[in-house]
């Protein structure tokens, strides 16, 4: 959809048509989720580094694949990365003028995140998209197997942490709360130890007779620990933290 065709065009309705355009091809795919993070957007250019990688990892795995592939990818992570690609590009048409209001919450915080950067801003964002994603899915995600909705409610909690060490510090990290905003800041690499699976879970899909204890197995000692000995005591807080500040 060019500019004269979308002109009197719902923001909502443009994203939407952008995204469909590219669903099919993950190199598209890619670019799309990248150029909002493009060189010119000034200082949030510099925020797209941990979803990037995100990215990169799931287009390895191939749970992006189109449906029509030799091997299909997953509905559900189509569907959830669908849904960011969404909400940030409806927020950047109407962060440059066009007319309209935010068709939903995430997308009115990816505005207030484009008008001021900041690192909570862009988890606030990010996670208010992504946890929607996971709302609105629950159907596909019944029909992945256990293993995997494993691996998606990790990716989910190692989201929810790294914001928390930001928002509340001393619910993530305790005695190290002060180290939290520098670990947990998406415009470093720090945040690639909380964020990014690679080299931690299988890097293909389906993950077929894998079990849940032989995925936990293969995690490693560090990230293990990370997952259990930190985030899943503090589940219910962290779910509660994201409650209150994505609303």
């Not at 065709?5 to 995204?19: I, K, L, R």
């Not at 939903?104 to 207030?112: D, G, I, N, T």
């Not at 909380?194 to 032989?214: A, M, S």
Request: hydrophobic fraction near 45%.
């Amino acid at each position: 959809m060019t500019g004269a065709e979308s002109g009197g065009v719902e923001p909502a309705a443009v994203a939407a048509e952008m995204v469909l355009a590219v669903q099919d091809s993950t190199e598209d795919r890619f670019h799309l989720a990248a150029a909002f993070y493009r060189a010119d957007s000034g200082d949030r250019s510099l925020y797209g580094r941990a979803e990037l990688s995100f990215l990169r990892w799931e287009i390895a795995r191939g749970v992006l694949n189109c449906p029509a592939a030799e091997q299909p990818g997953s509905p559900w992570w189509r569907a959830v990365n669908n849904r960011l690609l969404r909400d940030k590009v409806e927020a950047d048409q109407l962060s440059i003028g066009r007319p309209g209001s935010p068709s939903s919450r995430a997308v009115q915080l990816w505005v207030e995140f484009i008008a001021a950067p900041s690192p909570r801003g862009w988890y606030r964002a990010h996670n208010a998209s992504i946890t929607a994603g996971y709302l609105d899915h629950q159907p596909l995600a019944m029909d992945e197997l256990p293993a995997e909705c494993f691996l998606m409610n990790v990716a989910l909690g190692r989201a929810l942490y790294a914001h928390a060490m930001l928002a509340r510090p001393h619910l993530a990290l305790g005695g190290f709360a002060p180290l939290g905003p520098l670990l947990a800041d998406p415009r470093r690499y720090s945040v690639g130890f909380f964020l990014d699976l690679r080299r931690v879970f299988p890097e293909h899909y389906p993950l077929g007779e894998i079990t849940v204890d032989e995925l936990i197995a293969m995690e490693g000692h560090l990230p293990r620990a990370l997952d259990y000995g930190i985030i899943t005591p503090r589940a219910a807080a962290l779910y509660e933290l994201a409650t209150t500040s994505l609303e």
